[in-house]
């Protein structure tokens, strides 16, 4: 059983490290569109030395620039936190190796963001960079499932992503999609509480607590209508996956990693992370 749930780790942190790949080659690319809107589309060598005649007609030798639309806005909206925590050894679950833990929770989100979109072909594509706060956490007390004295939280407080995405009109309405590389800060903890007949306290061999700017990837989808020549409204869904982390209780091996007959060693917890937030923007055209 343990060898199949640290396979089925291993993978998920595989197939997550290539996301996050993809997705910051995106990012990368996009940026450079976004600093230097009109770069690789300027024009080109033509095939033909004898087209160099036509630097005599400025009408002919000038470059046909792309048209680059910038915007920024404001928004505002719920979120959605859902994460696991897998008891990879079974140290608090009573020797169940793989044992997972989902707590959940709402909140709010508000940021800002600026942007900008370009015609290539018959597409519009558009590049995207936002920043936001949010106060959403969540906390099980279910890790040990018969004694209750341990506690997982996770917080998100802040997350900043850069996305690209491609856009289509339909009538006053136009539909977008998009994906790229966010960072967030996020808080992981789990905290043990031993009781005895002098009272409780917190035991830090057994817990832990870690802040840290995680990285990972995000697909949204969404829709604007105009409000008037440089105003819009949208209205947009996000989904964020920043993976798994690893973290380590029982460091000093004083108890039993998994068991009656199992080694004194430390033991391990994978938490997991992810964020889905719907929200309102106003948005004004430059």
């Given at each position: 059983m343990?060898?199949?749930?640290?396979?089925?780790?291993?993978?998920?942190?595989?197939?997550?490290?290539?996301?996050?790949?993809?997705?910051?080659?995106?990012?990368?690319?996009?940026?450079?569109?976004?600093?230097?809107?009109?770069?690789?589309?300027?024009?080109?060598?033509?095939?033909?030395?004898?087209?160099?005649?036509?630097?005599?007609?400025?009408?002919?030798?000038?470059?046909?620039?792309?048209?680059?639309t910038?915007?920024?806005g404001?928004?505002?909206?719920?979120?959605?936190?859902?994460?696991?925590?897998?008891?990879?050894?079974?140290?608090?679950?009573?020797?169940?190796?793989?044992?997972?833990?989902?707590?959940?929770?709402?909140?709010?989100?508000?940021?800002?963001?600026?942007?900008?979109?370009?015609?290539?072909?018959?597409?519009t594509?558009?590049?995207?960079?936002?920043?936001?706060?949010?106060?959403?956490?969540?906390?099980?007390?279910?890790?040990?499932?018969?004694?209750?004295?341990?506690?997982?939280?996770?917080?998100?407080?802040?997350?900043?992503?850069?996305?690209?995405?491609?856009?289509?009109?339909?009538?006053?309405?136009?539909?977008?999609?998009?994906?790229g590389?966010?960072?967030?800060?996020?808080?992981?903890?789990?905290?043990?509480?031993?009781?005895?007949?002098?009272?409780?306290?917190?035991?830090?061999?057994?817990?832990?607590?870690?802040?840290?700017?995680?990285?990972?990837?995000?697909?949204?989808?969404?829709l604007?209508?105009?409000?008037?020549?440089?105003?819009?409204?949208?209205?947009?869904?996000?989904?964020l996956?920043?993976?798994e982390s690893?973290?380590?209780?029982?460091?000093?091996?004083?108890?039993?990693?998994?068991?009656?007959?199992?080694?004194?060693?430390?033991?391990?917890?994978?938490?997991?992370?992810?964020?889905?937030?719907?929200?309102?923007?106003?948005?004004?055209?430059?």
């Amino acid at each position: 059983m343990k060898k199949t749930v640290n396979s089925f780790v291993g993978f998920v942190r595989i197939e997550n490290c290539k996301a996050k790949l993809l997705a910051g080659g995106l990012t990368v690319f996009l940026l450079v569109f976004l600093v230097i809107p009109n770069a690789g589309f300027a024009g080109g060598v033509p095939d033909d030395p004898t087209q160099s005649e036509s630097e005599n007609d400025p009408a002919q030798s000038e470059p046909e620039l792309v048209n680059f639309t910038k915007y920024a806005g404001i928004f505002v909206g719920p979120a959605f936190m859902k994460n696991r925590i897998i008891d990879i050894d079974g140290f608090a679950d009573g020797g169940n190796p793989g044992s997972v833990s989902k707590y959940d929770d709402t909140g709010f989100a508000g940021g800002v963001l600026v942007g900008g979109k370009f015609d290539v072909g018959v597409l519009t594509l558009r590049m995207e960079l936002d920043s936001m706060l949010t106060n959403v956490s969540a906390s099980t007390d279910k890790l040990d499932p018969d004694g209750l004295d341990e506690t997982a939280e996770s917080e998100f407080s802040w997350i900043v992503s850069a996305r690209g995405g491609v856009e289509q009109g339909i009538g006053r309405v136009t539909v977008f999609v998009t994906g790229g590389l966010a960072f967030a800060g996020i808080s992981n903890s789990v905290t043990d509480i031993d009781s005895d007949d002098s009272g409780s306290m917190v035991d830090p061999d057994d817990s832990f607590s870690k802040d840290s700017t995680e990285v990972g990837w995000v697909i949204g989808a969404g829709l604007e209508t105009a409000l008037s020549d440089v105003w819009a409204l949208r209205l947009e869904g996000l989904y964020l996956d920043f993976g798994e982390s690893t973290h380590l209780v029982n460091r000093s091996a004083n108890n039993r990693c998994c068991g009656p007959e199992t080694p004194r060693r430390a033991a391990s917890y994978e938490v997991e992370n992810r964020l889905s937030t719907a929200r309102l923007a106003i948005i004004r055209r430059f």
